[in-house]
């Protein structure tokens, strides 16, 4: 059983102990364990050229254009059965690096593509790897400075919905900057790393009951306020409804006795949870015949005049 512990911290900060209090419970519960530090890898940001996806839709493989250590992260990530993540929260959420690791996933790497892309590959295309859909547990660890850190778990959450990994723990740490002297952070990390090593060991068994969303029978972590995902935010709209940020549920919140409800048509929705293989499989067919309609509208002499107007009109700047 590989598990694999990745920071987004300062080397030898915060996050790398914590990752790493987290790998050493791993490791005592029998794991191989592996720790990478993102700032050590030279990881580009996607530029949202598709290209990897038209590769996917087109019998030509799921590979990146761009020239950098990103696959190779990616490979040490599908060979592991388990990840650990440590990120320190910026801004209330996840710091850019863990944005652009989960840009260059999407679209290539999500798990509905990557099932469309096997079966367009099967008709003589190039063979997408079947490491791709291999099952996969994947816990979070969140550390701020202070209180602010009400999206970092929906942007944890969301890494794991686009390849579909089964969540296990997703935890913040707020005022942790000493966190390293905090036993009961500490204990909290360790005991992280078991749960996952437990759940990491299902994966390599064969033994994980795969959930139809991210989070099933094996998380551990809080209840959230969203009876699907277990996320607590939510698009609240100026009708009255409220829609989970991370599945895409759409309901009414209510208050009863001091907690809160979110109360959903479940025939509706469950299907439609965007971290489960039916609702990405909606995606994909929406996304589909949005393209045709841009491209059939993008076509147009009319179109083809508006984007003159604005190439004509002025170049970006660039430092020289
Ligand atoms: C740009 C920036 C933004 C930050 N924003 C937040 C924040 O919104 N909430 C918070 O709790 N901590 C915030 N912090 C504190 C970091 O989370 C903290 O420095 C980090 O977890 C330390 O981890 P390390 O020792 O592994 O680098 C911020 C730090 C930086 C540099």
């Known amino acids: 059983m590989k598990v ?44 949202g050229c598709k290209a990897c ?3 996917l839709f087109s019998g030509r493989g799921n590979a990146c254009v761009l020239k950098d250590d990103f696959q190779w992260l990616v490979d040490k990530m599908y060979d592991a059965d388990g990840i650990i993540w440590a990120v320190p929260i910026f801004e209330s959420c996840a710091p850019g690096i863990f944005h652009t690791v989960m840009d260059r996933f999407g679209p290539r790497l999500d ?4 099932m469309i892309g096997m079966k367009i590959a099967e ?22 400075g202070s209180d602010w850190a009400t999206r970092i778990q929906c942007d944890f959450a969301t890494q794991a919905m686009t390849p579909k990994w089964t969540l296990i723990d997703n935890e913040v740490f707020q005022w942790s900057l000493d966190i390293i002297m905090n036993d009961e952070a500490v204990a909290r ?75 959903y ?17 909606i995606h994909g067919d929406d996304i589909q015949n949005n393209e045709g309609k841009a491209r059939a509208a993008m076509q147009t002499e009319e ?12 170049s970006a700047s660039t430092p020289e």
């Not at 989070?215 to 709209?237: I, M, R, T, W």
């Not at 048509?265 to 499989?281: L, N, Q, T």
């Not at 179109?303 to 002025?314: L, M, S």
């Open 4 to 47: 694999l512990g990745i920071s987004a911290g300062t080397q030898n900060g915060s996050n790398d102990a914590m990752c790493k209090e987290a790998l050493m419970a791993a490791k005592e519960a029998g794991a191989e364990v592996e720790f990478i530090n993102l700032h050590k890898l030279n990881i580009k940001h996607c530029t």
């Open 111 to 114: 798990r509905g593509n990557v």
């Open 189 to 263: 990390a360790h005991q992280i790393g078991l749960n996952l090593a437990e759940a990491a060991r299902k994966v390599e068994n064969g033994t994980l009951n795969v959930p139809h969303g991210i989070a099933g029978e094996d998380y551990k972590g809080d209840p959230g306020v969203c009876p699907l995902c277990h996320s607590k935010n939510f698009y609240l709209q100026e009708d009255g409804t409220a829609i989970c940020c991370l599945c895409g549920t759409e309901g009414v919140m209510k208050n009863v006795d001091g907690k809160y409800v979110f109360e």
């Open 53 to 55: 996806v038209m590769g």
């Open 303 to 314: 179109a083809k005049a508006r984007k003159k107007k604005y190439r004509e009109f002025i």
């Open 123 to 144: 008709q003589g295309g190039k063979p997408i790897d079947p490491k791709y859909l291999k099952e996969k547990v994947v816990s979070y660890m969140g550390i701020g």
């Open 265 to 281: 048509d479940a025939d509706k929705w469950v299907p439609h949870m965007h971290d489960a293989i039916s609702g990405k499989f």
